[in-house]
């Protein structure tokens, strides 16, 4: 597990921060170029909030891009640390907060280092559509079980690394239908539910559940599912 000592910083990649900086400017914008987000979102948050008690926690946010499961997750009540490496994200995140009025501390800071600085603060962390984007998602795990209080939980998301991933993810959504921007995923970097399951063992993690989650672009709404062919969801807890 990492200690302050070992923790690596250079754990991102400068082109996909780029991409993900040149969309702030339309982050919250529900038919923008991140409206697949925006369907995401609510069942992100409801299958965080019905297995964590959020009210008066500390939660940490990590990759939390323009702020929208940040500001989510503080209107259930939780004292919420969002953090992210695109300067251009988290000015805009800032921004969103002082017109909704959300409470949210956001933090230009990576997991490792934060780890570093507040090992075990967090009631429950998230980590949601960001492992597929980074060099060694590993070691984004070992941080986020650093961060962790003992019996917290961690929140996950991603895409399973499967020909319907590709199909849909890839292809349907980037280059038919358009809504992601073309270049958005690489397939490569897609993770399977047993690769994810290892990094969470190695890092003191217990997975408890895995969940599909399906984006329905011709209605623009996404769900919870019993298919993780595609995207999923994933809970696990830091061992006591």
Known sequence: MSTPDSVRDDNFSQAELDKFGALAS??????????????????????????????????????????????????????????????????VARLHALESGAEVTYR???????AAELPGHFDAVTCMEMLEHVPDPGAVIEACAT???????LFLSTLNRTPAAFALAIVGAEYVAGVLPKGTHRYRDFIKPSELGSWLRAAGLQLEDVSGLMYEPWRNAARLTSRTGVNYLAAARKVD
Not at 46 to 68: E, H, S, T
Request: with cysteine; proline share 9%; hydrophobic share 40%.
């Open 26 to 91: 339309r982050w919250w914008d529900p038919q923008g170029p991140q409206k697949a987000l925006h369907a995401l979102n609510p069942p992100r948050l409801a299958y965080v909030a019905r297995r964590a008690p959020l009210a008066g926690k500390q939660v940490l946010d990590i990759g939390c891009g323009g702020g929208l499961l940040s500001e989510a997750l503080a209107g259930e009540g939780a004292h919420v640390t969002a953090i992210d490496l695109a300067p251009e994200l988290i000015k």
């Open 147 to 153: 961060l962790l209080k003992p019996g917290g939980q």
């Open 108 to 114: 230009l800071q990576s997991a490792e280092s934060l």
